[in-house]
């Protein structure tokens, strides 16, 4: 049968598909939208699930403060290459998925992926026939919450690749972006000495002591000299003791002190972080394809 434009623009705009495929699935459906639906439904199902074991560690973080700056959440929504991550339907999906995360107050990823997305679908359904259709597996990886009851929640996002959350007890919430890009670029493991791991730090204490046995000079002054690198190294780890970014003459204590503010907790996140990227030979799996094609 005879498949209108009507139709065809329709059905995009319900599943988001391309005009090719729309028209395809109405063909095979004889005009009948909602069976074009389901079909399309089962076919993005099944290509999801044969792409769901291929690694995804590129992509984008979100972030977003509530109107009032005292709760915000971030996610991770990761895709297998970069030119994916810059695609409008990805960025789209991240956006959304951030935005329910953020109406529903959630921090859980099996909570998030059954939240409602829009057109009936859920945000994994929705997950589902993006893969289908940009032909990439596409992984909510990870999603985090901050709140500031009594005080401020700001975010800072560099390139869509790191995100950070910070809360604030005092301050404004210029302050409060600021403190967040800082810790973007300099990437704090902890806010005050007293937080860093003690297990962590004695195993620092052992590698420059270890490394000063040879030097000839007497236990006392090792002893000393030990000391003075660990609180180099605590400078450099802990955020109130960094220099700050924007004025490297003032430390991020100091900033902090001028307005009679603290930070409470920050969280930081980069893209891909922690994930076991494959080692891909693009050439032999171009030839391969060609002698496959052969």
């Known amino acids: 049968m005879s498949i209108s434009a009507t139709q065809v623009r329709e059905l995009r705009d319900r599943t988001g598909a391309g005009m090719m495929e729309c028209k395809k699935a109405l063909e095979v459906a ?16 099944a290509k999801a699930d044969k792409k769901s074991s291929r690694t995804a560690a590129e992509g984008l973080v ?10 915000a959440v971030m996610v991770e929504i990761n895709s297998e290459t970069d030119f994916v991550s ?19 107050r959630t921090a859980d990823i099996t909570a998030l992926l059954s939240a ?32 500031a009851d009594n005080g401020i929640v700001a975010s800072y996002i560099h390139g869509g690749r790191i995100g950070v959350l910070v809360a604030l007890q005092g301050g404004q919430v210029d302050l409060a972006k600021d403190i967040a890009m800082h810790i973007a670029a300099s990437n704090p493991t ?17 590698i ?12 006392a002054m090792i002893d000393k000299i030990v000391e003075g690198k660990l609180n180099k190294f605590l400078e450099q780890v802990t955020l109130i003791g960094q ?30 972080e922690g994930i076991e990227k494959e080692s891909v030979d ?5 030839m391969a394809q060609v002698r496959g094609g052969a």
């Open 30 to 45: 004889n005009g009948d939208i909602e069976l074009a639906i389901d079909n399309m439904r089962k076919q993005g199902q």
């Open 62 to 71: 979100v972030a977003l403060v509530s109107k009032d700056s005292h709760f």
């Open 86 to 104: 810059r695609d409008a339907s990805f960025v789209a999906f991240c956006q959304k998925v951030a935005e329910q995360a953020l109406q529903h």
């Open 116 to 147: 409602p997305y829009g057109d009936g679908h859920t945000v994994e359904e929705a997950r589902k026939i993006l893969v289908a259709k940009i032909g990439e597996n596409i992984v909510v990886r990870r999603v985090i919450i901050l709140s």
């Open 190 to 206: 902890v806010i005050h000495s007293s937080d860093y791991p003690q297990d962590l730090l004695a195993k620092e204490r052992e």
């Open 208 to 219: 420059y002591a270890a490394g000063l046995q040879d030097s000839g000079k007497p236990a």
């Open 243 to 272: 220099p700050f970014v924007k004025d490297p003459d003032t430390s991020v204590g100091a900033l902090l002190d001028k307005s009679n503010a603290k930070v409470t907790a920050f969280l930081r996140y980069q893209v891909g």
């Open 282 to 286: 693009f050439a032999q799996e171009v």
